[in-house]
């Protein structure tokens, strides 16, 4: 129970059984060996853009990444979780384009994904919530269209602020998955030892989908080729990491040892690996979530009453009843929103179950008569 609340805060979930763990190998089992080859987010989304904003306290223009798809009809406004980006909308996206009239604009949050800020260490939720009606003005003008704003995890607290703040003025719902105040302030204790678990380096992008699938964080490996290439970067020397780093296998970079009377052998092999690692791309995480700590519980300290108050038509998404807390129980209980409970998924609840969550919100949607199915589609 204390690793699911560790995990909540983010966008991940406890292991699955036979997974990874903190400073173990990764084995293969036996059978044909999986595909871990990066997918383009241009297989999901039609269109990318870098939507610039003012900056209200420095000179200068923030810049924000998002992906968008469809012409016609409501838009769903689309937030990540913690550390994630964008892409992990990915194959959603094109499950939900499928089911019903609408557009979809996914966008990465500041200092998340590639998108690009003048503060970068500022991710309060006000400030979040902010860029949120910022990029909505910049994309639509004074008169945007109607917007579903849906958010997991991090992206679903800040979704609530944003609504709960009016910063979209033609808000027509509010859909949070996964995340209630209750089991992340519990999690923020121990979140650091989570985050130290995690190994801070990888030897290609192929090897952290690897990990991400076999750790357990994402369960569909569609949705992880695609969208770990937001999670993790380039880092601009190819070297080893530092002592210390997390050993899990093959793909991670491991502590590098400098043992007295090596014989020959060993010095070859040694620089042989030294040698291929520089021609590799190491990779590690675009975020620092650790260093993010200071505004955690800004994120989620209120947030149930918050979501309550908000007047538009709320759907909550859960990957598991036991994370209802008490105020969301008697809000559930008086018919203030609505819940759905999506069994036999990790904490990516979007990424996991692309299908489950978007007939969930494909049903919303056309019962509040937001839109309409799509012409063909059997719902």
């Not at 999986?34 to 904003?53: A, G, H, I």
Request: with cysteine.
């Amino acid at each position: 129970m204390e690793k699911q609340l560790h995990l909540n805060l983010l966008a991940s979930r406890p292991p699955m059984p036979g997974g990874f763990q903190s400073s173990s190998k990764m084995k293969m089992g036996p059978g044909r060996r999986r595909d871990f080859t990066p997918l383009s987010w241009s297989q999901y989304f039609e269109t990318m853009e870098d939507v610039e904003v003012e900056n209200e306290n420095e000179n200068g223009k923030d810049i924000f990444r998002v992906y968008c798809s469809g012409a016609h009809g409501p838009v769903l406004l689309l937030l990540h979780g913690g550390g994630h980006s964008a892409l992990s909308w990915a194959v959603f996206t094109a499950v939900i384009y499928s089911r019903i009239n609408c557009r979809v604009v996914a966008m990465d949050l500041r200092a998340h994904g590639d998108s690009k800020v003048k503060n970068s260490e500022d991710l309060s939720a006000d400030s979040m919530a902010k860029d949120i009606g910022k990029v909505v003005e910049a994309l639509y003008g004074e008169n945007p269209p109607p917007i579903m704003i849906i958010g997991h995890s991090m992206g679903g607290a800040i979704a609530v602020h944003t609504a709960a703040a009016n910063h979209i003025p033609s808000l027509l719902g509010l859909c949070v998955i996964d995340v209630v105040e209750g089991t992340a302030m519990d999690a923020l204790n121990s979140m650091q030892n989570f985050l130290r678990s995690r190994p801070k380096m990888f030897k290609s992008l192929e090897n952290a989908i690897e990990w991400s699938v076999k750790s357990g964080q994402i369960r569909n490996i569609e949705s992880a080729r695609v969208s770990m290439g937001g999670q993790v970067k380039k880092c601009e020397e190819s070297t080893r990491s530092p002592v210390g780093s997390t050993s899990i296998g093959e793909g991670i970079i491991e502590e590098e040892e400098d043992e007295e009377g090596e014989d020959e052998s060993n010095k070859k092999r040694m620089k042989e690996d030294d040698q291929e690692t520089k021609k590799e791309s190491v990779f590690t995480w675009r975020v620092d979530l650790a260093k993010t700590e200071k505004y955690w519980e800004g994120w989620f300290k209120g947030l149930s009453s918050l979501f309550l108050t908000c007047s538009v038509p709320k759907l909550l998404l859960l990957a598991g009843v036991d994370r209802l807390d008490k105020d969301l129980t008697i809000g559930q209980m008086q018919g203030k929103f609505q819940m759905q409970v999506l069994p036999q998924c990790g904490h990516s609840v979007h990424e996991d179950a692309p299908e489950k969550v978007a007939d969930a919100l494909a049903t919303f949607m056309v019962r509040h008569k937001f839109t309409d199915f799509k012409d063909g589609y059997m719902c």
